[in-house]
């Protein structure tokens, strides 16, 4: 299949391979985007690895401390003098000598704490379950421009900037529950030859075994500017706990916003309405205030900001991710210095997510005059209900006698329709009380017990509406910030790349026809657009088979994506793919066949 794309004129290949440059900005006629790394690679620091036993490189992760330590550490990571050829003693007086040997741009002396590790090869994945027990890490890579220096078997690398946080915050989150134990890392820009497509290749097609027979899978949301992404979460304080979870979120939202419910004088938690079983009552009732003390208005909103920053992490909208995440045995999401295991995060995301601030902000929030005509209207009631004391022998008799008349059912309507009255005015329901207390005949003073429920509610029901109106006319309620001050921030929640990886992790089965899994990459990022049709092919189908990763400069993003539309129809045998071939032509229409599918712009 791959031959017949490549039977394409030179002339026209030419003018493709000008295209991807044009449309993507790839460094070079490789399009693939990595740090610069020449004194690395001219070392030949890897042994190569044999594809059909599927060996992969494995790193020991030391932390960070200053070089000289490292090199006592690991000896045999001293640099080499290229004239004399003997071990360079690491100090002070040496350092310009080092830094000339080593070609070091980025350490300038030898207390600066630099990450190191040490390479592991011709490690072969059937083995690593049994023999080498390793873990990965997942992460948003970001400009490859964006570096920092590292020590890989002692040599100067330049990884990625957040590789390298990724790495330093696994470490710790590795060590808080492992001290003193060393940590197995597959991590791809280090543990694959970058210089080596044929090893690229091989190597993104054992990805999903790479990720799938790891122990751990680390995901680092946060990135060396964005430090907060987990924050909400309390899990740096609360550990492993859901249910503390839950309790530290309403103590959070309680000590910040009440609401008053329109009863009675109850004030209602802000919290209940994260309970299913509460926030369709608490959503249709009318709140009386629904304010943010002054005091905790800088608290909420700095836990808001973090919630922002989680739904907008770049990690979430990465291709790639869909792989590691999903054929993950066990993720810990990492932000920082926290860690939270997926199956928790999960289940806080449920308990944040089913919490409504929008419908909060809608909430009919009455002033001083609606309370007062509320008062006047409850007043009402209260003389309705008092006026049936006139006829209170009437009401004995009725619950005394064994037979039903026309008093009772008189009395019995009446107490009914001031139920309904009281609920219409306040959106309490008393009706099933009422019920209880006056069904049936016979039962000793069942009506009186109704009237005095009526009684009581109503009597509560003025002495709170009393009690708010004084509140207010001595100025108590000035203290407080308005919620709806908070819409700005409330209305910028998009949590639709969460849900979206989340959901398809939950419901994503072993395999996938293709075609569904390319219409998830049309949502995603890749900074090599073949990695759009690339980072899916270990979630199909093994029949998909015949796709083979092929990062060469021949291979360009319209010969993956032609190749890709041919596997499908081929495989499907159906034409189901064309339906969306209008999509994204403005720049490869020209080049592509007019059945091609566009994923990946």
Known sequence: MASESHSLPHSLQQQLRKLDRKLYKAPGDDNFFTPQNDFFYSKTPYLPLDAKQKEIRLLKVFAPKPYANHIKDHPHWAPIDSVTGELIPVNDNSMPKILSSLQINGLHDLSTPILGCQIIDKVALSKTQAEWMYHAVSYCAGKPTDTTLILVDGLPFNAFANLDHAICKALKYWHSLNPGKELLLWADQICINQRDQAERASQVSLMREVYRRSSLTFICLSTVSTLTCLDWTFYENVGSEVDTFQQVFQKLVNTAITLTHSGGGVTIALSDCINPYKSAHIKSAHIESAQIKSEDSAILTKWLESVKSFTECQWFRRSWVQQEFFVAPRPIFISNNIGVPFNHLFKILEIIRSFSFNELLNLNIPNADTMSQALKDMRQLEDEIYAMTANWEDLV?????????????????????????????????????????????????????????????????????????????????????????????????????????????????????????????????????????????????????????????????????????????????????????????????????????????
């Open 397 to 601: 008799k009725i619950n005394i006698q064994n037979h039903r008349s026309h008093s009772e059912d008189t009395v019995r309507q009446k107490l009914f329709d001031i139920a309904k009255a009281f609920h219409h005015l306040t959106n309490i329901d008393i009706h099933s009380k009422l019920s209880a207390n006056i069904s049936g005949s016979g039962s000793a003073f069942n009506f009186v017990g109704g009237y005095d429920i009526l009684w009581d509610h109503i009597q509560a029901r003025i002495h709170h509406l009393e009690e708010w109106l004084r509140r207010a006319a001595e100025g108590e309620a000035t203290t407080t910030i308005s919620i709806r001050a908070h819409r700005p921030s409330f209305e910028k929640y998009d949590f639709s790349a969460v849900s979206s990886v989340m959901g398809h992790k939950q419901s994503m089965r072993r395999t996938s026809d293709l075609r569904p899994l390319l219409e998830i990459s049309r949502k995603l990022k890749a900074s090599d657009p073949r990695d759009r049709v690339y980072a899916f092919l270990g979630l199909a189908h093994k029949e998909y088979g015949t796709l083979i990763p092929d990062y060469s400069p021949r291979k360009t993003v319209v010969h993956v994506l032609t190749d890709a539309a041919k596997a499908i129809i081929e495989i499907e045998k159906s034409l189901g793919v064309l339906e969306g071939v209008y999509r994204g032509r403005v720049n490869l229409g020209l080049y592509l066949p007019t059945w091609v599918r566009i994923h990946c712009i």
